[in-house]
């Protein structure tokens, strides 16, 4: 815990024995990961005073820290200081990044990294494209989104369910029913292991279109198959079929 962890640094300290690097680090992750920006922050300053040089582990830290806090302006200053210091971003920091920035809806600012990290000799991995992918679909971007997917697959990468997903949620928000439910019925036949959000989301697609016989198929299927149906997968079908005035008995 981190709260421990500072003590045992303060201990030191106080025993004259100098924290290193790698301590430090620790620390600083440790508070990332618990959303306590202020005392990484903290402890970075305090590493900075004992002239302890951070790493690229240390800046990535507090990167991915401000991102999951959505202080994406900080996370994009401290990217810079970590290239004014000599570190090359790698694609874990890069994919953090864009990420941030997409779910904050800067997508012109992450697709502009995105070209950047390429440029830089990074290759954007699964991770990165997934998230930019869904940052478009987020933000309007639907054919873009489809864009980058072929792109991601011209380059030899696989897209993952998790990609698959979010593209089968944009085709049903915009009224493609009929291209969701080849591509979702496709899965298998790529070696992809669904997922109860992924059914989720197909059900949900097929309730708010009113196709509710096809809803309790695949509902049926889904616990045919033994995927777990959550709160989640009963308050679509429960809201299809109030939303549609169908037999309100059902969604009780």
Avoid at 69 to 92: C, S, W, Y
Wanted: charged fraction near 20%; glycine fraction near 8%.
């Amino acid at each position: 815990m981190p709260n421990e962890a500072n003590e045992l640094l303060e201990q030191m300290i106080e025993a004259n024995v100098v924290p290193n690097t790698v301590t430090y680090t620790a620390l600083i992750d440790g508070y990332c990961l618990k959303g306590q920006m202020e005392d990484a922050v903290r402890v970075f300053n305090s590493m900075l005073g004992r002239r302890q040089k951070p790493n690229a582990v240390t800046f990535s830290s507090l990167i991915n820290g401000y991102c999951k806090a959505k202080r994406v302006d900080e996370a994009m200053l401290l990217f810079q200081v970590m290239i004014r210091n000599g570190f090359t971003p790698d694609v874990v920091t890069y994919s953090t990044l864009i990420d941030g920035l997409c779910k904050v809806g800067r997508i012109v600012v992450a697709k502009k990294l995105f070209e950047n990290m390429q440029y830089c000799g990074q290759a954007p991995d699964i991770v990165t494209y997934g998230s930019l992918i869904d940052g478009l679909c987020a933000n309007g971007c639907f054919s873009e989104a489809i864009e980058l997917f072929h792109k991601m697959e011209s380059n030899g990468l696989k897209a993952n369910v998790v990609i698959y997903t979010i593209i089968i949620d944009n085709m049903c928000k915009a009224g493609k029913l009929t291209e969701a439910k080849e591509l979702f019925c496709c899965l298998p036949t790529k070696e992809l292991q669904l997922d109860t959000i992924t059914y989720n989301v197909m059900i949900n697609g097929l309730c708010n279109k009113g196709m509710l016989s096809d809803a309790e198929s695949l509902f049926a299927e889904m616990k045919g198959k033994g995927f777990c149906t959550d709160d989640r997968t009963y308050n679509i079908m429960a809201q299809g079929f109030l939303k549609n005035k169908s037999d309100t008995t059902k969604a009780v």
